[in-house]
């Protein structure tokens, strides 16, 4: 609880999390008025994917510029040092300071998107079923990320190292994964369809996508192609709990064994 808390004030006093909240709600207002051009019956489902392509730009950076700086944040003030001379293992640390985190950044952005969704209800065909499904993405989203940004405050000497790699992580997962995948892409065969779909699917972006889009009606998963069939041999919902369940914890397992020493510098 006293991590929680000391992560809720800090976080609240920081200008960065409000900052990112308020630009991901002026945006999504601007998205609602756009949405309302949309056909009735998919004017609100289709709205929704919108948003998510917008929060593929915004959200990962943010996450992983709060939860990175958090981390670094406890070792620049020699916080860390004073907690694990007190008998407390730095798993142990790790695991509270993590789940602090994670409990006050998806709160605080949850929140938002529940005053998002007034908006949405005055505006357009509000689906409850559809707004609670994009919600568990968005959750599961910011987890993912925010446990990346953990992992780089952890083993990122200087905040200008810090910087860098938070840039340089954003950019390769946004642009240029898809880049590659596209590269790839006219070596797939129905012979090396199943380990491609594995690696595509290991994409969180890319599962978290596909399960909104058949979640929400925009996608049918019956009458596909045999391509198709073979590309998506397992239910989105699968893909959803293994990255749910595998990139957090690998993380958080990176995070204590390439943990560096080092003095921090600004």
């Known amino acids: 609880m006293a991590y929680l808390w000391k992560e809720a004030l800090e976080q609240a006093r920081g200008k960065g999390i409000w900052l990112g909240i308020g630009v991901l709600m002026l945006t999504s207002i601007f998205l609602i008025g756009e ?40 070792r620049e003030l020699k916080t860390s040092m004073i907690l694990l001379t007190k008998k407390e293992s730095y798993f142990s640390f790790l695991l509270k300071k993590s789940l602090s985190i994670q409990m006050v950044i998806v709160s605080l952005f949850v929140l938002a998107y529940f005053v998002l969704a007034l908006f949405m209800k005055g505006f357009l065909a509000f689906n409850i079923t559809g707004f609670l499904h994009f919600l568990l993405v968005i959750i599961i989203f910011l987890v993912i ?3 990346l940004g953990i992992l780089l405050g952890t083993i990122c000497k200087t ?39 594995w690696i595509y699917f290991l994409d969180p972006i890319h599962t978290l996508r596909i399960y909104l889009e058949s979640s929400l009606g925009l996608f049918g998963l019956s009458d596909m192609s045999r391509m198709m069939e ?12 293994i990255n749910t369940i595998l990139w957090p914890s690998a993380f958080f397992i990176l995070s204590i064994f390439i943990r560096k020493g080092g003095k921090i510098l600004d």
């Open 35 to 74: 949405a309302r051009s949309f056909p009735e019956e998919l004017g609100f489902e289709a709205h929704l994917l919108s948003l998510f392509d917008m929060n593929l730009y915004i959200l990962p950076l943010l996450a992983m510029f709060l939860s990175s700086f958090s981390v670094f944040q406890e």
């Open 145 to 147: 990320f925010n446990q």
């Open 230 to 241: 073979g590309f998506i041999f397992m239910e989105p919902w699968i893909f959803l709990v």
């Open 159 to 197: 905040k200008m190292q810090l910087v860098g790699t938070n840039v340089l992580i954003w950019f390769f997962i946004v642009y240029l994964i898809d880049l590659m995948f596209l590269y790839f892409l006219p070596m797939i065969t129905f012979d090396n369809l199943r380990f491609y779909s």
